[in-house]
């Protein structure tokens, strides 16, 4: 068992070294001294790669590095072919080790420190530049060879190895992070589903397209293609924009692409210019890109702790209904205990003394136990009656308005029947509110009620509307010594706060204007449950 352990991890090893250096051979093949794809590369797998293969890509770095050895010896020499070899990819190791364990370049799982992904770029950039001047300082070369300017080529090689670096790795972070929320057999319908891609193949590539073929149908003596490469930092921008630093990879991948497909001939001094510019736009579109995700993260996360917030507020009002429901039981079991225990004490009191008028008992006892059912009726009337419609019309409230004198009339349209029973009993809590609010003025005799209800994109909708006028006429006819009391218990008593914080809870808004001999109170709420 160990010893097969032990092969399967060898033949991993084996595997991975090479692979990598069929990888590295390939990207060698695209590169050239201002674009070195090969060092972008390298940091991208390192950086993504456990530990314990790294000593495997070293290996493989080493493998495809010795065969260029071997061919060019007896060109550049023994001295040039030993440092190529020895100038691997391991070089670069302890800068991607410190960007991982102690910059920290992950913060998280899903998250990027995009200022030390960058100044681990550069590092890397500058150590590849130094290993380059190293090895064409120890090549052989021949006698008639004109003399190197290492300035030049250190600018150069500096610029190649950061614009590549830039090429690939953002890409490849973006694809990894793709692949962290997706499956491989997702990835179809995630590029279908994602505005991204779709932007990069229908907007992108397009413009790119028209930049590239602009560039090429120009005339060679003006400066329409350098122009052309210069604009290829457009698409970055807007998608960054857009997107964030997502935006910025993709769009920076091809963008770089694109100014290399407008290079006339290597070294070309508009391209040189072209490419530090791009490099440039994509260093600041990455870092500008990073801080919007956060701050899209961060918008993210508010939305989320208040939906959270407002779930909570939803579940606390519903256990209040629940609490209410079961007090109205208990006053229920009391009256009818109440009921039974006159009957029985007017029974003995009748054996006591037959001659005794007991109808006054009888009346104080029927008004205690009808005092007993409207207090329960008005705590959870909803759950009592035929639902909301049933309740608002011919409900508690309605009896309480038509015995005091008020006119009252509701009006209900849509599916009130499919609202959940915590948004009806909110109806019900908001129409109380706002009709004892007006009652504490003393002055309004004409009450509207007006429900409306709808579903918009999923989401199930509900508009009360309350209108409090006076009429002269019927202004005078109301008992408020006997409405007042009884409007009261029906509501909280608080008025206008009440009503917008209850319409908040419901992720709503409340709304007061003035209307003809009144005012009308408007009330927006969505179901907290989905249809």
């Not at 456990?50 to 493989?60: E, F, I, S």
């Not at 995009?114 to 590849?128: D, E, H, I, S």
């Not at 870092?287 to 917030?309: C, F, H, K, P, S």
């Not at 009818?336 to 104080?364: F, K, T």
Request: one cysteine or more; proline letters at 4%.
């Amino acid at each position: 068992m160990q010893k097969g352990t032990r092969m399967a991890f060898w033949l991993r090893q084996i595997a991975a070294a090479v692979c990598y250096a069929l990888l590295v051979s390939l990207a060698r093949e695209l590169s050239f001294s201002h674009w070195v794809l090969l060092a972008g590369l390298h940091v991208a797998t390192l950086l993504l790669t456990p530990y314990r293969y790294w000593a495997a890509l070293v290996v493989g770095d080493m493998l495809s590095l010795g065969y260029i050895s071997v061919t060019c010896v007896d060109q550049l020499g023994l001295t040039w072919s030993i440092c190529n070899v020895l100038l691997s990819s391991a070089w670069i190791t302890p800068i991607v080790y410190a960007c991982r364990e102690y910059w920290r370049v992950f913060p998280t799982r899903t998250t990027i420190n995009m200022g030390v992904l960058l100044f681990g770029t550069l590092l890397v950039a500058l150590v590849k530049t130094g290993g380059s001047l190293l090895l064409v300082s120890t090549a052989k070369l021949p006698p008639d060879y004109p003399p190197l300017h290492y300035g030049f080529l250190a600018g150069q090689w500096l610029l190649g190895s950061y614009v590549g670096i830039l090429t690939v790795l953002p890409f490849v972070l973006v694809v990894r992070e793709v692949l962290q929320e997706s499956s491989w057999r997702e990835l179809g319908v995630r590029f279908i589903k994602s505005h991204l891609a779709l932007e990069c193949v229908f907007v992108l590539i397009p413009t790119l397209a028209f930049l590239i073929a602009l560039g090429l149908n120009a005339s060679s003596t003006g400066n329409t293609r350098q122009l052309a490469q210069m604009m290829m930092f457009l698409p970055v921008l807007w998608l960054t924009l857009r997107y964030g630093w997502q935006g910025a990879a993709v769009g920076g991948t091809l963008a770089s692409l694109a100014v290399v497909a407008l290079m006339p001939r290597l070294f070309d001094h508009d391209t040189l210019n072209a490419q530090v510019f791009i490099a440039f736009i994509i260093s600041t579109m990455l870092i500008v890109g990073a801080r919007i995700g956060a701050l899209n993260q961060q918008a993210q996360q508010e939305r989320t702790d208040l939906r959270l917030a407002l779930a909570l507020a939803q579940r606390n009002v519903h256990m209040g209904e629940v609490q209410l429901h079961m007090t109205s039981q208990a006053l229920e079991q009391v009256r009818e205990s109440v009921h039974s225990v006159y009957n029985m004490m007017l029974g003995r009191l009748r054996n006591v003394a037959p001659v005794i008028d007991d109808r006054s008992y009888r009346r104080q006892a029927l008004v205690a136990q009808d005092q007993l059912y409207r207090l329960a009726d008005s705590l959870c009337p909803v759950t009592r009656e035929r639902g909301l419609p049933a309740v608002l019309r011919e409900g508690p409230i309605a009896r309480v308005l038509d015995e005091s004198g008020m006119s009252y009339w509701c009006d209900l349209r849509g599916p009130v029947s499919l609202l959940s029973a915590t948004i009806q009993l909110a109806i019900y809590r908001l129409v109380c509110e706002a009709i004892a609010d007006g009652c504490t003025r003393r002055d309004i005799s004409d009450i509207r009620v007006q429900v409306r209800c709808g579903h918009q994109n999923d989401r199930r909708w509900t508009v009360v509307r309350v209108n409090l006028s006076a009429h002269a006429g019927r202004l005078d006819n109301v008992r408020w010594d006997e409405l007042l009391p009884r409007v009261l218990r029906t509501a909280t008593g608080l008025g206008w706060p009440a009503i917008e914080d209850r319409a908040a809870t419901f992720e709503g808004r409340a709304r007061e204007h003035l209307i003809s001999n009144g005012r009308c109170i408007s009330v927006l709420l969505y179901d907290p449950e989905q249809p």
